[in-house]
């Protein structure tokens, strides 16, 4: 086997253990904010909420999609001959140079995957911000005393 046919084969491994590992978190934090979202009550908190959840499915929905390219993916590996131009050079093409079905480069996926993620993390961090603290945004307090 090639060398870069190996270090390639081994790319797309890692690649596979990320995606896993986002599937299983994000499932669990999915599962969280769907109990969360069951008692809130502020307009501000549901939304932040409801974007982590979306943002979480998404993530999970674009790793599947990904999960299912990395067979494909490993059926076409071949030497990498082919590079990439970049600014100041040029380097090998790797595992993102590769298209799902001739349609979308692996490289647009993954990117898909760990935005969402993050952004989903970004809400759900806005989401704890809002439900820890005393006042709402906008200096509304639920109770005369700032409570909820």
Do not use: N
Not at 43 to 69: D, Q, S, W
Not at 80 to 103: A, K, M, N, Q, W
Request: overall charge positive; some cysteine.
């Amino acid at each position: 086997m090639d060398q870069s046919v190996a270090l390639q084969l081994e790319a797309l491994k890692l690649l596979q253990q990320w995606t896993v590992w986002l599937i299983t978190i994000s499932a669990g934090l999915l599962g969280l904010m769907g109990f969360a979202l069951k008692s809130l009550r502020g307009r501000f908190e549901v939304r932040a909420a409801r974007i982590a959840i979306l943002c979480h499915m998404l993530t999970v929905a674009v790793a599947v999609v990904l999960f299912g390219a990395i067979p494909d993916l490993v059926q076409r590996l071949e030497p990498d001959t082919r590079s990439v131009s970049l600014l100041f050079g040029s380097e090998p093409r790797g595992i993102y140079g590769y298209d799902y079905l001739g349609l979308v480069p692996l490289w647009i996926l993954v990117l898909m995957q760990r935005v969402a993620f993050f952004c989903g993390l970004l809400a759900m961090a806005v989401f704890a911000w809002v439900s820890i603290s005393p006042s709402r945004p906008g200096g509304v307090r639920d109770g005369a005393d700032g409570t909820r």
